[in-house]
């Protein structure tokens, strides 16, 4: 459902889908859509306070849909406590780290789970590009459901406006790989950037959102010999599954995993101008429900005693295709893999779902990081979930 749509309708600012468009989805009229392509632009550069004010509270500034909780949520009983060692390291950590949600799952019970700057476990928090590693499993699901054929298709097959442009003869797995070889700019700090612009710009009648500004990106590379972290590209994914399977990415999802997996509190996406939901960003959900995705991943994408995805695809989508440039690190499937065959969905402003099989591990963390990307804040979360580790491994 959605939360927003009785009063948008009945104010004038959208009208019903027009034909193309992905099931269940929604055309904003022209000052809504500009309205709300300026307001995407401008989260990159909120102020601390604005984030703290919104970061748990997006539904209520921009549009998008409202997907219901389970009727039967799956427990998540209590394991035994924790222990990080003397004093209260988790706490120290959260605070230090502007971090506003804890959650550690150990073979799907809760050894910790903490709150500050005002969160709750009935409340919900943005993703930012956490929500890319749910849009790759989206497409795990399409393939299961036979409606993409392999990833080695190639993407104009769905998308047939990207024939001749940069995209041309891409397939979808070097889209999925961020490795297309189309140039991109993700500069969080640089308002002229890729990223801050992609939805900024009107597209033409008729013509996506995302697809308008991804066709008209020149190639700097042959597909597959080069990766680039572009958030664009999980929008154009977005865009691929909305069309392969006629249903919006939030249908789709509450179809395959919301609903049958057991989450208990609502989740809600953004859309874009064009009233499809952001591929790449901006889905809100509660910090156990993004420790469920975890525990749905580790548990080889069967939901309500159904698998989800195709045969081996956690697999190949949690393996590290790409080289990021840092020794043993990669990225798969819109997943960030790690030397000890751990793996990560993250966002920028410290979102994070950490997954370790070896451990049956799982690590939710939501934030409000005072920038964007840091390099000291990425490793000052990477020792905490190390030194988590190793309390798991001394029995603590």
Not at 25 to 47: C, H, Q
């Amino acid at each position: 459902m959605r939360t927003w749509l009785g009063a948008a309708l009945a104010a004038g600012l959208l009208v019903l889908p027009a034909a193309g468009m992905a099931k269940d989805g929604v055309r904003l009229t022209p000052d809504k859509a500009a309205k709300l392509r300026n307001a995407g632009a401008e989260v990159l550069f909120w102020s601390q306070a604005e984030r703290d004010a919104n970061f748990p509270n997006m539904e209520r500034l921009f549009p998008g849909d409202t997907v219901a909780a389970s009727d039967h949520p799956r427990p998540l009983p209590d394991g035994k406590p924790l222990a990080l060692g003397p004093g209260d390291p988790a706490g120290a950590y959260m605070v230090a780290n502007n971090v506003a949600g804890l959650l550690v799952l150990q073979h799907g019970k809760v050894r910790l789970e903490r709150y500050a700057r005002g969160f709750s476990r009935t409340g919900r928090w943005t993703s930012f590009s956490v929500a890319k590693s749910l849009t790759s499993t989206l497409v795990g699901a399409a393939i299961a459901d036979g409606y993409i054929a392999s990833v080695d298709d190639p993407v104009s097959r769905y998308i047939p406006e990207l024939t001749g442009a940069g995209y041309d003869g891409v397939t979808i797995r070097q889209v999925l790989t961020m490795t297309s070889g189309v140039r991109w700019n993700e500069d969080y700090t640089d308002p002229k950037s890729d990223v801050a612009r992609m939805l900024t710009e009107p597209p033409p009648a008729g013509v996506d959102q995302t697809v308008a500004y991804m066709r008209a990106l020149p190639r700097e590379a042959e597909p597959g010999t080069k990766w680039v972290y572009k958030t664009g590209e999980t929008n154009l994914i977005g865009v691929l599954v909305a069309r392969a399977t006629g249903k919006s990415l939030a249908a789709y999802a509450a179809e395959k995993i919301w609903q049958p997996y057991g989450m208990e509190q609502p989740l809600f996406w953004m859309v874009d101008s064009g009233g499809g939901n952001i591929g790449g960003c901006c889905l809100s959900a509660s910090l156990r429900d993004y420790a469920r995705i975890g525990q749905f991943v580790l548990d080889g994408g069967v939901a309500a005693g159904r698998k989800v995805v195709a045969d081996g695809w956690f697999a190949a989508a949690t393996h590290g295709q790409a080289d990021t440039g840092a020794p043993g690190y990669g990225y798969g499937y819109q997943w960030w893999t790690e030397p000890d065959a751990s793996f990560d969905a993250r966002g920028i402003f410290g979102q994070m779902i950490h997954i370790d099989p070896a451990r049956g591990l799982v690590v939710a963390m939501v934030s409000a990081w005072p920038r964007a990307t840091d390099p000291a804040l990425s490793e000052a979360r990477r020792v905490f979930v190390t030194r988590i580790s190793a309390a798991l491994d001394a029995g603590r």
